[in-house]
């Protein structure tokens, strides 16, 4: 469960950020506060942002629809978390990262081949971005040469990027077929009792969906 204290702290981490016209909250403000997702990064850091706005964005990012919302949860969810092992810490997200030649084109093919929303990009030309798809999150990351050697890649074709799980990978593989995904793999049974298939994105990324 996240600390009240941290929390606070990075809520006035937050508006510190946007005082100092540090251009990443930018994007952050814009994809958690609906209020700004009309505005581009200048337009949001010209405008005011006080500690009630930040903590608002915070209380967002942890699924809450305001700050005493999370602050209510959190004593609530403190006399469960009391009964659990403090040296048990609980793995809430993960994030893989995958590394691409040109963002713009990156963003283009998941978000209208694979059914991702793009949460946001940054940078002039966008060298970051991160698309989502219900719990899965990926993030996008500009490089100019290949992270795999391409003898490694010659070698080894079946290096994945990252492996996402859903309740009807049937249904998704029928999706992406009518949508002329690329497939590196076709659905199939694996030995251990899951169904898999694997698709390649324009950089060479294989990502797997299993169910």
Known sequence: MPNFENLR?????????????????????????????H???????????????AQELVAAQAGFESWAALKKGLT????????KSASQPTLLD???QLFVDDIQAACDFYSQKLGFTIAFTYGEPPFYAQVVRGAARLNLRHVDMPAFHPELRQRERDIL?????????KALFLEYT??????????????WGA???IVCDPDGNLIAFAG
């Open 39 to 53: 505005l581009d990064d200048q337009q949001i850091l010209d405008l005011g942002f006080k500690l009630a706005d």
């Open 195 to 197: 169904r898999t298939f």
């Open 161 to 169: 990027s990252a492996t996402i799980t859903l309740d009807d990978v």
């Open 76 to 83: 609530e969810m403190s006399a469960t978390d009391q009964r």
């Open 94 to 96: 993960a994030q893989p």
């Open 9 to 37: 702290k990075k809520a006035k981490q937050f508006k510190r950020w946007h005082q100092d016209r540090y251009y990443p909250v930018a994007a952050e403000i814009r994809h958690w506060l609906a209020r700004y997702r």
């Open 178 to 191: 009518a949508n002329s995904v690329p497939f590196h793999q076709p659905l199939r049974l694996e030995p």
